[in-house]
């Protein structure tokens, strides 16, 4: 199977091609337009196929799927080039940062019939997902950073959006309500309340730009139990007592974090040449740009999606 990497960041180098170097069933090939970091990541990874830019690579090969780790302002180019070729095609979050690019890409990737996912590896993370489809009624999700106020756009798609997505992916019933509350200082996003509700269940979402740490954490509740990850490494499951078990010490980070399980996923899905989700690609996108209205504007801008996929 030929497989295009495109763009070779630091997630990239740290968490995909550790685990797809790992497989012997594929064929990658690497594209950047940064001549030095092409040539160190190949090397590190005895990757022999480099190409100078991800056209230069699709006129030189055809290729069975992609995965894009360019800067989140080049995806919508990438991915259209790559759909309307009819290559699978995996992004890293988010899809875009404009609901109404998301909205095209995902529209072509369905006249196209070409998979298209977005990298959410909490859905894969061991840890959540043995929280998934639990008798919980109650989600609360933290992600907090040390220092970092930004943008309110930046804040929410390129790292709120987990949040978003994993709430989405754990509450058991439609959302019918939510709340947003922003707080933005001078033009920069310091924190995030979402509220989103539904038939017997609350999930609540947190994010805090100025912390003092960097950190992560879930709490499922309900059912006679609390349960709870912490920085998708540690869990606590609480029932009278407590107990605490962390990640072994030999369990791959890769596999830790899910991105071992969302790159089998998604390679299975361009095998199969398996449909986008688009309800759940939307429904994401769709609350991000809410909650970035509410930052720019304190007004909520979208009315709770019908998960339709019209």
């Known amino acids: 199977m030929r497989v295009l990497l ?11 091609l550790p685990v797809l170097t790992q497989r012997d069933d594929l064929d990658i090939h690497l594209a950047t337009r940064d001549d030095a970091v092409r040539e160190a990541v190949g090397r590190a990874f005895r990757i022999a196929h480099r190409h100078a830019s991800a056209e230069a690579a699709l006129a030189a090969a055809s290729f069975d799927a992609a995965f894009v780790h360019a ?3 080049a995806h919508g180019a990438l991915v259209q080039s790559l759909v309307e070729r009819g290559i699978p095609t995996f ?19 369905k006249a196209r019939a070409t998979p298209l996912v977005v990298g959410f590896n909490r859905r894969f993370a061991p840890d959540y997902v043995a929280l998934h489809g639990s008798d919980a009624d ?5 992600k907090h950073r040390d220092a970092q106020p930004d943008l309110p756009r930046r804040v929410v798609f390129d790292d709120f959006i987990h949040v978003i997505d994993t709430l989405l992916w754990l509450a058991p019933a439609p959302v019918l309500r939510r709340t947003i509350e922003t ?29 003092g740490l960097d950190e992560e954490r879930l709490d499922v509740i309900g059912g006679g139990a609390r349960r709870s990850v912490c920085d998708l490494a540690g869990r ?44 759940a690609l939307l ?3 769709e609350l991000c740009e809410a909650v970035v209205a509410h930052a720019e504007n304190g007004r909520i801008a979208l009315p709770v999606s019908d998960g339709s996929t019209e």
């Not at 369990?251 to 071992?260: C, D, S």
């Open 6 to 16: 495109i763009g070779l960041g630091d997630i990239a180098r740290k968490a995909y």
């Open 71 to 73: 800067a989140t302002p």
């Open 91 to 109: 992004v890293d979050k988010p899809l875009a940062d404009r609901l109404a690019e998301v909205e095209t890409l995902v529209a072509l990737a």
């Open 138 to 142: 109650l989600f609360v999700m933290e």
């Open 183 to 211: 707080q933005v200082v001078d033009g920069l996003l310091h924190t995030i309340t979402l509220t989103l509700a539904g038939d017997g269940f609350t999930a609540i979402g947190t994010m805090h730009r100025n912390s």
């Open 236 to 279: 606590v499951e609480a029932r009278g007592t407590q107990t605490y078990r962390r990640r072994g010490d030999w369990v791959p980070v890769g596999r830790q974090r899910g991105f071992e399980a969302m790159c089998d996923d998604f390679l299975l899905a361009a095998r199969a040449r398996r449909p986008v989700d688009a309800a």
């Open 283 to 285: 429904a994401t996108h």
